[in-house]
């Protein structure tokens, strides 16, 4: 929005929607899909997460619309042979933190259970950081201090340092024998 303002530029969204409106609806759809491990879908199946949206906004536009406005108005998304595509994999994990960011605290609560259970983990996957930067406050207050008082507790009650090292490190790798010479490589 910033960006289109400082250039004088107004886009013509199909849907009508407000540029607010219309992130809530793509942040709930990033949410849905970066949970279901959807990285990609077909006509049908973008229809399918549209129509399970909450947003009452949803109710005067069609999956049809919202998907030509996020493709071609706000170049979000493009398609490929028959099949949508997320510009690049840090849009859908953005606005999954956005919309992870709104919600109440009982849903934060958690999430630390959600992001550590998730087995589609993806190399390089930034959503939980960006939420981490959207609400810090919360996060410590509901996922990271209890995980901690949680450990802690079962340290006390466990065998201390040693449980500690199985649930924080539970493979450590390392070689034994001589370490390899590394060469000096002189610098000027």
């Not at 983990?121 to 930034?126: C, E, H, I, T």
Request: charged fraction near 30%; aromatic fraction near 18%; proline fraction near 4%.
């Amino acid at each position: 929005r910033n960006h289109d303002a400082s250039k004088g530029y107004n886009r013509e969204l199909k849907t009508k929607l407000s540029v607010d409106a219309f992130g809530d609806i793509f942040s709930e759809i990033c949410f849905r899909s970066y949970k279901d491990g959807k990285f990609e879908f077909s006509k049908p199946e973008f229809d399918i997460y549209f129509n399970m949206l909450q947003n009452p906004e949803v109710k005067s536009i069609t999956a049809t619309d919202f998907m030509q406005d996020t493709c071609y108005s706000m170049c979000l998304m493009y398609q490929e042979s028959g099949r949508f595509y997320f510009i690049h994999r840090s849009f859908q994990e953005y606005f999954c933190a956005v919309f992870l960011s709104r919600q109440k605290d009982t849903v934060i609560v958690k999430l630390g259970n959600f992001f550590e259970n998730r087995e589609k983990r993806m190399r390089g996957d930034q959503t939980f950081s960006m939420l981490n930067d959207l609400i810090p406050d919360k996060l410590d207050e509901f996922v990271f201090i209890p995980f901690l008082e949680n450990l802690l507790e079962r340290c006390d009650n466990e065998k201390g340092y040693w449980t500690f090292l199985e649930e924080m490190y539970p493979v450590i790798e390392y070689t034994s024998g001589e370490a390899p010479m590394m060469p000096m490589t002189m610098y000027r």
